[in-house]
């Protein structure tokens, strides 16, 4: 799997677009990039996942650039709840097998009142 | 809630001991993963199960073993525990394992070793 680069933290007021960018030059062809993001200690959560078009459902939107090489997670109205650990992983479809999620040191984000 | 259940919340125990923890997958999902996150190491996959059946091996030690039952739920189990053993065990599933399956999320287990 491409290795990521993130910011190791961020901030953002609360009520605004939380805007997280992810560096992913590596990637290929048929590799996804997902975002999974963590609580405090609680168990990861997944946000959404994309292969080259822009992505939105409930909780959050993903932009991809169009060479693939980076994209960015948005959340459009941060809450105070929105303060976690946010990872960007690279994610390769592989038919004859699997294996775990390589989790980096992610983006720590703090929403500010 | 992820659907993915794991027991026990919170396991204290000494050196050299053995524990087990144990995990349930969303209704449905076939493959079960495990995950070690402590301090210095960060998140990092043990091993992976699919039907019953060993599918891949990420950073286990041979001191821990896992396997997945006809019910599909699986067990971690971790022997001659170390104090460096102490760190927040995390299960995951999905439906098939396949590489671009989202995996879900289990509440973890805190273990800590004295």
């Known amino acids: 799997d491409a290795k990521t680069t993130q910011p190791p933290s961020m901030d953002c007021a609360e009520g605004r677009a939380a805007n997280l960018p992810c560096n992913h030059s590596t990637i290929s062809g048929n590799e996804y990039v997902y975002w999974y993001r963590q609580i405090h200690s609680q168990g990861p959560q997944y946000i959404i996942h994309?292969?080259?078009n822009n992505e939105t459902n409930e909780m959050a939107s993903l932009i991809i650039t169009e060479d693939r090489k980076s994209s960015t997670l948005i959340l459009p109205h941060a809450t105070l709840r929105d303060t976690a650990v946010y990872y960007c992983i690279v994610r390769g479809y592989s038919g004859g097998g699997a294996d775990g999620l390589t989790f980096g040191k992610g983006t720590h984000l703090i929403i500010q009142p | 809630d992820s659907g993915v259940t794991q027991t026990p919340k919170h396991l204290i125990t000494a050196t050299g001991q053995r524990v087990t923890l144990r995990c349930s997958p969303r209704s449905g999902d076939l493959s079960v993963y495990w995950y070690q996150q402590s301090l210095d190491q960060g998140l990092q996959f043990l091993i992976q199960y699919y039907n019953g059946e060993e599918r891949a091996k990420g950073n286990i030690l041979e001191r821990f073993s896992a396997q997945q039952f006809p019910d599909l739920h699986s067990e971690l189990n971790l022997s001659s525990l170390e104090l460096g053993d102490s760190a927040l065990y995390f299960c995951?599933?999905?439906?098939?394992?396949?590489?671009?399956?989202?995996?879900?999320f289990g509440p973890g287990t805190r273990l800590l070793v004295l």
């Open positions: 995951a599933s999905s439906v098939e394992g396949w590489g671009k399956e989202t995996q879900y």
């Open positions: 994309g292969l080259k």
